[in-house]
């Protein structure tokens, strides 16, 4: 709730603690005026005489909420509620899973008009999975029968390695599985910290100031012994391999999006190429720039991506140095117009009349929908060239097949006339 001594207070904050002193109420009924009585000195309806001390309390209140939220949302909660934890990020909304073409236009535009200075990321120190694990998960929730048969199949021979009150519980087992996959391959040094580390933070079983040493060797244990199993790990490698094509869709879309929508893009330490990190410490791990520099200098040369670490690393190049030259087509002052699609299997806009993006999302549906077939985006008039891929294209309708061929996406930069 932010208040500003000797300022009405927001809308915003006044809904918020009503809200919130309403909610306790009913569960405190004894505590009603208390809680009223705070939520108004919170607010500042109380005035600020008193030598500044009810001014004080109003900032204080305010300085505290976030880490308290912090500690109980993102640091609790998201550690116990694992539906799909590529949604359990910082600042993000588990149950809002995806969103439509229409949706992220207006958000774009919104966020050009009103926070075009703002943060653009996917990963940064404090994400709880870095963008490519998210990505490789969130694709999940469109396979859900093929994941539910994969799970199943592996919790089902996992049993054996269960201790005997049946730990770990099925929550962090399942926990277990979905991390294996964002993260595969994966070593015990890194896997067992992480799942100890998700355990104390969800403090059901053992927490940091007290923990439950025979719970932490059971879920150490069974952790050990499903990397040990040689015919799970591969069947865990050959679902990864099978749904990896998602995977690249989602990771190098999602790049671009970030770097070409309305914001001031960041690329995380390491994040150029595929990272597959979880929490800190483990996403603080020593970045190979010397491995960057050979890829980035083959790609200058001419060379095709290699693999999908390449794919991201020409993206990325391609879209920082084009914003370095053109600062303006991406600036405070510049435009975003959502390009016509005839699918919503593709998106696309328009920065400053002067770059066009198109992505492909959702993977996995457009493969059983047949691929893109007639599938259509309209480009402006003009000739445009794709940064990515070197080819030129005349504006109008065209077909999103023949645009995204070699890569699940295109940066297309009008060209002088």
Same mark, same amino acid.
């Given at each position: ?13 006044? /809904? ?18 208390? %809680? ?12 600020? @005489? ?24 993102? /640091? ?132 940091? #100031? ?12 069974? #952790? ?35 770097? #070409? ?7 995380? =330490? ?29 790609? /200058? ?11 991201? %690393? ?9 914003? @370095? ?5 991406? !600036? ?18 328009? @920065?400053?009349? =002067? ?34 891929? /070197?080819?030129?294209?005349? !504006? ?22």
């Amino acid at each position: 709730a932010y208040v500003v001594p000797g300022e009405p207070a927001p809308e915003q904050a006044v /809904d918020i603690l009503d809200d919130v002193v309403a909610t306790c109420t009913t569960r405190v009924p004894r505590l009603r005026d208390e %809680l009223g009585y705070l939520r108004d000195l919170a607010l500042g309806r109380l005035g600020f @005489r008193d030598s500044g001390k009810r001014a004080e309390f109003a900032v204080r209140f305010q300085q505290t909420c976030g880490p308290v939220m912090a500690k109980g949302v993102e /640091d609790t909660t998201f550690y116990r509620w694992y539906r799909l934890v590529a949604l359990n990020e910082v600042g993000g909304s588990p149950e809002h899973v995806a969103v439509f073409p229409d949706e992220f236009h207006a958000w774009a535009s919104r966020q050009q008009a009103t926070r075009p200075s703002a943060m653009t990321t996917l990963s940064t120190h404090d994400t709880k999975r870095s963008e490519d694990v998210r990505a490789r998960l969130v694709t999940l929730a469109e396979a859900p029968s093929r994941w539910r048969e994969v799970v199943t199949q592996w919790s089902e021979r996992a049993v054996r390695y269960r201790a005997a009150p049946g730990w770990p519980d099925p929550e962090t087992e399942y926990l277990l599985w979905q991390t294996l996959v964002g993260t595969w391959p994966i070593s015990a040094e890194r896997l067992v910290p992480y799942m100890l580390k998700a355990v104390r933070e969800a403090k059901r079983y053992t927490t940091w #100031t007290d923990p439950d040493g025979e719970y932490e060797q059971a879920l150490t244990d069974f #952790t050990r012994a499903v990397l040990g199993d040689r015919q799970l790990t591969a069947s865990v490698e050959a679902f990864v391999a099978e749904t990896s094509g998602w995977a690249r869709s989602a990771s190098v879309a999602t790049k671009l999006l970030a770097l #070409t929508v309305p914001g001031v893009p960041d690329v995380y =330490q390491g994040c150029e190429l595929v990272d597959l990190s979880l929490v800190d410490p483990d996403n603080r791990r020593v970045v190979d720039f010397d491995d960057r520099a050979r890829r980035l200098a083959a790609l /200058d040369s001419g060379a095709s991506p290699a693999d999908v670490s390449d794919e991201k %690393l020409l993206v990325v190049s391609r879209v920082l140095r084009l914003r @370095r030259e053109h600062p303006d087509w991406f !600036g405070t002052d510049a435009t975003y117009s959502p390009l016509p699609t005839t699918t919503t299997h593709a998106l696309g806009f328009v @920065r400053a009349d =002067q770059v066009a993006v198109v992505v492909s999302r959702r993977p996995q549906g457009l493969a059983s929908a047949g691929g893109w077939r007639d599938s259509q985006v309209v480009l402006p008039d003009g000739r445009w060239r794709d940064l990515l891929s /070197d080819a030129t294209l005349q !504006g109008g309708s065209l077909a999103v097949a023949d645009l995204l061929t070699a890569l699940p996406v295109a940066l297309l930069v009008r060209e002088a006339v």
